[in-house]
């Protein structure tokens, strides 16, 4: 679980933008 956030916090400034995207695309409204 450490790992996974650390990766993810690692490319948040990328990972953010894409998730937010396809989440929203989804219909999570995140």
Do not use: C, E, H, P
């Not at 996974?4 to 695309?25: C, E, M, Q, W």
Request: avoid cysteine; aromatic fraction near 4%.
């Amino acid at each position: 679980m450490r790992a996974k956030i650390a990766d993810v916090a690692s490319v948040a400034g990328v990972s953010k933008i894409t998730v937010s995207r396809v989440l929203n695309k989804r219909g999570y409204g995140i």
